[in-house]
């Protein structure tokens, strides 16, 4: 079966509810979607203190929980939080090439046959999430629902081609030692679930 999504438009996006807050965007960027309450944003911009981390989040509720944690740490002038829609940030604030890494750390994986436009991999919108990531910039996905990854797998090579540089399933039974990095991860592997955790390359 031929893989096909409709067009992407920006001018049918509407404008952000936080416009971007730099002059220059910095020269390593990364991008993290649907950052939750920001367990992987704080111990990623902690690690890579050369990196710059924009975490975004949607949800009122995560995004208050996020910015209680971020209060609690030392200063992370590396990481900056965004209580605002994605797809309408990243389209008006983000050009080509600016991008060095993407997380979907878990995103929602809307099942029914009907949602499959609500996919992040069949959004028309990752035509321009596409353009935005640097020549051999990355994109990590993140998910518990192994026909999710199998589906997301086969678009981001054959829609928009990205290279699979990364497939792999963790479990807490066989990763013991090994640190979620959500909250979601941490109570799928405490369940005993299949994680799956794969990488993809703009060539």
Known sequence: ???SVREF???H????SLPSSWNKIPDVLDVEIGCGVGTHALSYAKAHPERFLVAIEKSPVRFGTFRRHLSEHPSLPNL???HTNAISWITHSLGAQSVDRYFLLYPNPNPKKKHL???WHAMPFMHHMTQTLKSEGLLTLATNV???AQEASKYFREVWGLEALKSETIQQDTHPTFLPRTNFEKKYLIRGEICHNLVFQKP
Do not use: G, I
Not at 13 to 16: E, G, K, S, T
């Open 117 to 119: 436009n609500l996919r």
């Open 9 to 11: 438009d920006p001018k």
């Open 146 to 148: 192994e026909a999710y």
């Open 80 to 82: 900056l939080p965004l």
């Open 13 to 16: 996006v509407p404008r952000p």
């Open 1 to 3: 079966m031929t893989l």
